[in-house]
Structure formats: C-alpha cells, structure tokens
C-alpha cells in the first residue's frame, strides 16, 4: 500500500517509515521542510513532499493516492498545542475524505479512568481521537502509556531520574500504575493496524506486558541498569507543576514538555482491553526489564535511531541564515575567525562533526555550562539534549541547543540556535584545504537580533566572544592537529 506519514521527522515517525518500506510498503512522507530528511538512511526510499497539516491546500497533493494516512504529529511543548492538534486533525480529516484515502492510523495516549479530569495533553489526545474516528475514513486509535526505547522522552525521563538521584523525595503519582510498552511493540502494532478491514473504526488500548507503578520502573530499570537500588520516599508536597520543574532541572527534557508529560502521569494508564492483539497477530509484548535492556543496549552501542529531540524545538524558526547585513537592514553582527591547520581537512571535519554532547564545545566549559543553565531557568533547551549519534550528524538533528540547519560532509556544519535569545544565532564552521596538505578552520557566528533588547544581548555578550569563540577556534584546531593518523579509522 502507500502510506503517508505525517512527523516522519519525529521520534516514532522516523523509525516507522523504514519498517513500512521493509513491510513491503511505498512510503511518502510529510514535512515542512523537506531537507529535514535529506540525511536519513532510507531518503533515497522514499517520496518526500513538503506540506503543513496548518495549511489544507497544502495537503491535497501530499494525499494524491495515499492508502493510509498515518497522524504521528503533535505541537507539545507549544503554548497553544490545543488548538494547533485540534486544527491540523481537521485539516487532515477533510483531505484524506476528500482523496479517498482507505485509512488512517493515529498514535494517541491513555485514556484517563473515568470521573477523572485529564490532564491537557491527554485531552488534546482524546479530541484529535474523536475528529479523526469522526472524519468519515476508517480509523485505527492506538492508546500508548509510556514507551520505553532509546531516544524517547518517556524513557529520558525515566533513564536520568533514575541515574542521577539515588535518594528521591517524589511525588504521590510515583505509584500509580502504568503499564509501558517497548517501542518495537509500538511500531508493530502500528504497520499491522494499516491492513485492518475497512470496518474497524475505533480506539485500542495497547501495553506491554507488565504493569507497575513509576516507583516500581525507576527501581526495576536501576537494577536492569546494575545501579544500586533506589530510595524513593513519596511526599504530598510536590505537586504537578513542582513536579515538571524538578524533572526539567534533572532531565534533558525541557519545562516545557515535561510539564505535559508529568501532568498526565498523574493518571493511572493500564490497557482495558487486548482487543488489538487478536487482529494483529504476532509476538507477546516484551517485558519492562527486557524493554529497558534492549534501549540501553542502543545507547551503549551509539546505535541510537531517532531521539525525542529530532523534532523540531518550540522556538525552532524556518528561515534560513541571512546571507548579508542588508537583509536585516543592516544589524546582522557577525564574528568571525579562521586559523591555519597542521592537518588534513578530513582530520579537520572529524573534530568539527564530533562538536557537543559529550565531547564538548572546545572552549571555556564553565560559561558553557552557565549559559545552558540560565537557558533551562528561561524555559529554554539547555545544553542537556546532547547528540544522538557520538560522531555522525544529520540535517535536522538537535545538537545541544543548537539544531543542525545545514550539513556538508568534509566541509561545512552550519547550527541555529535554539536557546532563549532576543533574536536569532547560527554557529558556522568549515574546513577547507589548503593545498599543501594542511587545511583551514573558518569559523562564524552570526546574531539577528530582535528589537533593542538584541541588540542589548550582543553587546553584553560581546566582551565574552573573545575568550569563547577565540578558545573554540585554536582548541578546535589543536585537536585536530593532535589527531594521529593511525587513529582516524577508531574515530569514524
């Protein structure tokens, strides 16, 4: 069949589109800017068409003899997520009616048990539910709890509480029951719900195959993990809100989105049926330890497909890098440096690629730190989102809190800011050869403030760029420099 899927950029989109295609499925996905998915393993596999789910006249094309629609696409961490899910569902509903697509497919959240008030982002599940059950086209909701799996933010929240805290005061919701399921399941479920008989229209519970309380997670994944065992001592006074700032302070998941994400954990989420696995034969759901070790097994292994992150950041803008100072009226502040290199440019490339996460930024760690701390306290990203992959890149990807804009392999790695700034930031850095065997580092930052209060920014920041970006260039350089040539191999 050929399916359309919508947030194929995102965390579960961009690992059903290949298994979609090894299914034996055509695949065309949907994205707002199709260079997102340049650098995916399977782009050359797929039809990439360029559309906003905001915009209906946009969807006609995308939906031109699409068999099943899939609806991955959620606006979380967004002020108004609401509307915007409530308006794309609409916009989505009508055109795949209006096309004659045979079915779609939604990934949505528990329901909350009855006589209780769901949290906003339950809600907002629950309705995109209804609209799509409701548009005329026969519907599959699929009802997940938390999913564990490499990457997600579910299993980030639960991987860092459980890592970095040893003793926990924890709120009351800790031990309410929850009944997770490992991402593979998910995306089984999700391929085998597209080959449904046109009479199956209605919401699944799905779950794997244990049922604990969050308490219960954090202890079982520390010993999965060979941590010692954990001290959770439970507390009335932390609340939901108190509750989304602690996991945002401890976690790389933003205030942002841990507040939704906390906020529904307050509802107990066990499958009421089992109804799915009677229509989508195949094996029993995996285990919480199972799960657990097979998503730190990723991790270790650097093998990591998609994270939480790779969607795009609630601030993130579209609009490329100016490409001169007169397209801002002329405040575009730019600083820029370029040092000569005792290396290859491919030894060169290898540092510049493998900047952030864990491998730092090159210069002045503390102010890095500092400025990820503030961002957090601004409700920003932070430094914590890291890298996905410790070497490689990809167009699109969150790196820290900048996102890869633009990827050259062996030449250029151009990143936009995500952080809280009144305006607008990119970092660029190239590699280019010499022609005597050596190479050059060029390096720029480029600033489009927004209003006085940018403009204010860059000069309070200004007196710290010569010691960052300065330190940056010549540690950058040196690295490269000290990169012996027996080791290039170790390090692709």
Not at 120 to 139: C, K, M, N, Q, Y
Not at 452 to 475: D, E, I, K, Q, T
Request: include cysteine.
């Amino acid at each position: 069949m050929r399916c359309l899927v919508t947030g194929a950029t995102g965390y579960i989109g961009g690992r059903l589109a290949p298994r979609l295609l090894d299914a034996g499925h055509s695949v065309r996905c949907l994205s707002r800017s199709a260079g997102r998915l340049r650098d995916v393993p399977w782009a050359d596999r797929v039809e990439v068409v360029e559309a906003d789910l905001l915009d209906p006249a946009s969807l006609v094309p995308a939906l031109e003899g699409v068999e099943v629609v899939y609806f991955l696409v959620h606006s979380l961490g967004q002020a108004d997520f609401e509307q915007r899910d409530r308006q794309a569902a609409a916009n989505l509903a009508a055109a795949a009616r209006a096309a004659g697509v045979r079915r779609i497919v939604y990934l949505g959240g528990p329901e909350p048990p009855a006589g209780e008030r769901p949290s906003a982002h339950l809600r907002s599940r629950a309705e995109v539910a209804r609209i799509l059950l409701d548009s005329g086209v026969p519907t599959v909701v699929l009802r997940a709890p938390v999913i564990i799996g490499s990457g997600s933010a579910s299993f980030e929240m639960l991987r860092y509480l459980t890592e970095r805290l040893p003793v926990m005061v924890t709120p009351r919701w800790v031990h309410n029951r929850i009944q997770p399921i490992a991402v593979r399941d998910v995306l089984r479920y999700l391929i085998g719900a597209a080959e449904l008989p046109p009479s199956v229209n209605r919401g699944f519970d799905i779950g794997g195959a244990d049922v604990l309380t969050y308490a219960e997670m954090m202890r079982r994944y520390a010993r999965v993990a060979g941590l010692r065992r954990r001290v959770i001592m439970p507390t009335r006074v932390l609340s939901p809100w108190l509750s989304a700032h602690w996991v945002g302070l401890i976690t790389p998941v933003p205030n942002a989105i841990a507040r939704p994400l906390v906020a529904s954990l307050v509802h107990e989420a066990v499958a009421h049926d089992n109804d799915l696995a009677a229509l989508v034969p195949g094996p029993a759901p995996l285990g919480f330890d199972e799960s657990v070790g097979l998503a730190l097994s990723k991790i270790r292994d650097a093998d990591v497909e998609t994270r939480w992150s790779t969607a795009s950041g609630q601030d993130a803008s579209a609009e490329p890098l100016p490409s001169d100072p007169d397209w801002s009226g002329g405040s575009l502040y730019v600083d820029e440096r370029s040092r000569p290199v005792q290396a290859p440019a491919d030894r060169l490339w290898r540092v510049i690629e493998g900047i952030g996460g864990e491998n730092g930024w090159y210069s002045f760690p503390l102010a890095w730190s500092v400025r990820g701390w503030l961002d957090r306290l601004a409700g920003g990203v932070g430094l914590r989102r890291g890298r996905r992959d410790q070497h490689r890149l990809r167009v699109g990807e969150a790196l820290d809190w900048w996102r890869v804009e633009e990827l050259v392999p062996g030449s250029l790695l151009r990143l936009r800011a995500e952080m809280k700034v009144p305006g607008r930031a990119w970092l660029e850095m190239r590699a280019e050869p010499d022609g005597e065997g050596g190479s050059v580092y060029r390096q720029r930052a480029v600033f489009l403030p927004r209003g006085l209060a940018g403009h204010l920014y860059w000069a309070s920041v200004l007196p710290f760029h010569g010691v960052v970006f300065s330190g940056m260039a010549r540690n950058i350089t040196r690295t490269a420099e000290q990169i012996a040539p027996t080791t290039q191999d170790a390090l692709r």
